[in-house]
């Protein structure tokens, strides 16, 4: 099934909005076996948007619009869509009466704008919307189908995952695919397509492996094409157990996870209390920490020493190993950790300390080199970054690396347990 | 002059990668006078990319290709060039020049298809690409123009700045425009609108405001069509300046900054040193306060107490209080400030304290609720937050809103200065 998908909007098109809408019906509509062949931005603007009706409509399978459903004379998508069709704008009781619901509900009058948001053209069927005013449309003629949604994206995520996706399931023409998800932290992407060189080539053509990197991680996807569910999945459990065999603990995860969610799972169940000294990071690691729900069960908090009086004050930092080795150096984030564990009474802790740049660095330090240290009050495993001159990179990618590195030291220390939060 | 933008790639239409070059174009066209009308995004695909030329060449003025120039078989932007134009693809021994002597500088061979990549539709001048291999190209026929540039962002950028934009200001047709921006920080994006009612009343109509709000911050942009520059700039200060007087502190500066740079700025200035103490902020604040290069010189550091014992004991924070109050609540964020001052050695400091959610809420103290504080150690300014259920949302804008509490507390102390870094 081939698509064109169509958002409308003056704010994208002048770049005041990044459509982030289209990534994600990009990867849920292939997702589910249809193919978006081509995006087309337009205006608000009522012959535009006709024009770009005319121009798709004929040409593919499925139509997907994306804004212009609003209250405001912006929002004029269901005019076009009555005068492409040549079908009239009829009033639809049901959602005004959910409207004046909503607004009862919060105690505030409806206005004028919100009962014309309930004219509907009458060819379509209305796809609910629970989380806004105003509710998607699906249009089907000659086998051919248009769904028109809100652009506010968490109103058109949740209409095309309660209804529209569902309802596209059902359609004829689908190639069916199937897809798993390997997560890897700490491999660059040219070292995991060294290391799966061989197993590529053993993939049948109908198997395909996608690299989708981000700082410090990349995740890998197996997508087969077509078959029967049953068999196809028994076979991507195969490749995958294949490329699990060939990266060993960098491969974090399946699925729908991520890094901090996957440490903060580890420490939990083993009722460990971790803590961070963070000094070029700046309290990246932490803000990464605590951006899972419920890590207040295993997480004390960070101490950030920006500055080196209180690496020495704070964490018990070595005057003389700071004038030696510097601030960047091995000494020094190994003296973190054991400082912020006594500090903190925590059982484990990430540190970071380096150059983050863009300036500041040195011919023997220079930018973008990082000290990463992970461990316990014993035994503390500790790492060297060469990373690139982009601070927030810099920053972001040594976050997720520390965290990485305790999540690995902790594979390797499966014995080592705590009392978690006993306050 | 109406312009398409046709950006070529699966990798964009499948969600796999977020498509910011066209937000970047579509910013930098409009501050010239160039509206992109509509954009298009195709498949690398030779017949749907000659399609869309021949859709978007005798529509518009000018058309902006990005996508497809790079030395892989999916790169067939050129061979479209060709086919759609009748003309020939010929070999640029200067760019194959230009591209043996970046290899040579690597210490590795250049390719065939690197030489491939050197072969140019015939009808095109080419724009130097400082930053890659591919240069871009400027095809011009019939009063129409086409612009074709690499995908990679920065050397898209690097390309239209230095080549393509400056060329283009030169074309006929363009309507100037000129920009004012003035940024302002914690007031709500309804609350300015209802404050600059009547100055938006007296506005002419070739001036127009807009509002771009992003999470504590809103930007606004006073744009004038057409006129004289010396004209235009003198109606926009004015402008500006009556905006300046309405809402004062809360604008924070003008054009390009940031909150964070904003702030760093004035406590550089003074000499003053800040710390943080943070909990359910986890870090954020401190992440961006050191997204600042040279953060070093006025940042000590944070301490994340996500744990009430670490508020007691490294922050001094009463149990009393904790009993009494709560962890969210207005004496602990005072006490918070005014222990991580005592125990960083800081001039002065900002706090928060909150239910970042989406779970922890109870009926007097819910979800969104946070308090923040700032000021040094004889007189602190609190607030009380009350945001939505967004975690994410609630952690970014908390730091945001407390960063701008000690820029305010800041410009009313302005007899508050201190010694700077004497370690």
Avoid at 134 to 163: C, D
Avoid at 346 to 357: E, F, K
Wanted: charged share 20%; hydrophobic share 40%; proline share 4%.
């Amino acid at each position: 099934m081939q698509a064109l998908l169509l958002v409308i909007g003056d704010e994208i098109l002048l770049g005041q909005t990044i459509d982030t809408n289209s990534t994600w019906l990009g990867q849920e509509l292939h997702a589910i076996g249809v193919q978006i062949s081509r995006r087309m931005t337009v205006r608000d603007n009522l012959s535009e948007i006709v024009d770009a009706l005319s121009y798709g409509w004929s040409r593919y399978d499925l139509v997907i619009m994306t804004g212009g459903l609003g209250p405001t004379r912006d929002d004029i998508t269901k005019t076009a869509l009555a005068e492409f069709f040549k079908v009239d704008l009829v009033f639809d009781q049901g959602t005004y009466d959910r409207i004046l619901r909503i607004f009862e509900r919060i105690g505030r009058p409806a206005t004028e704008a919100h009962r014309e948001q309930c004219f509907m053209p009458s060819n379509a069927t209305l796809l609910p919307n629970a989380m806004g005013t105003a509710p998607g449309m699906w249009i089907e003629e000659n086998g051919r189908i248009l769904i028109s949604l809100p652009g506010v994206p968490y109103e058109m995520k949740s209409i095309m995952t309660s209804a529209g996706l569902p309802r596209l399931k059902t359609q004829e023409g689908l190639i069916p695919i199937f897809h798993r998800t390997l997560l890897t932290a700490g491999l660059g992407e040219s070292e995991i397509a060294s290391r799966l060189g061989t197993f590529e080539d053993q993939l049948p053509s109908h198997i395909k492996l996608a690299y989708l990197p981000s700082l410090g991680q990349v995740r890998l996807r197996l997508s087969a094409y077509g078959g029967q569910a049953a068999e196809r999945e028994r076979e991507m459990a195969h490749y995958a157990q294949m490329i699990h065999a060939e990266l060993g603990q960098a491969v974090y995860a399946e699925g729908d996870t991520t890094l901090e969610a996957t440490l903060g799972e580890l420490l939990r169940s083993r009722g460990l209390l971790l803590a961070t000294a963070e000094s070029c990071t700046g309290g990246a690691m932490a803000h990464q920490i605590t951006s899972v729900p419920g890590s207040s069960q295993y997480y004390l908090g960070t101490l950030v020493a920006y500055h080196n009086a209180l690496k020495i004050e704070k964490l018990g930092v070595s005057i003389a190993d700071l004038e030696t080795h510097g601030a960047v150096s091995e000494p020094v984030v190994r003296q973190m950790v054991r400082g912020v564990i006594r500090a903190f009474n925590a059982d484990v802790a990430i540190s970071a300390s380096g150059v983050a740049g863009p300036d500041g660095g040195s011919p023997d330090k220079p930018v973008g080199m990082i000290w990463i240290a992970a461990g316990n009050d014993k035994e503390i495993r500790t790492h060297q970054l060469k990373l690139g001159k982009d601070r927030m990179k810099n920053i972001e990618a040594t976050a997720i690396l520390a965290m990485n590195e305790l999540r690995i030291w902790l594979l390797n220390h499966p014995e080592i347990t705590g009392k978690g939060l006993v306050f």
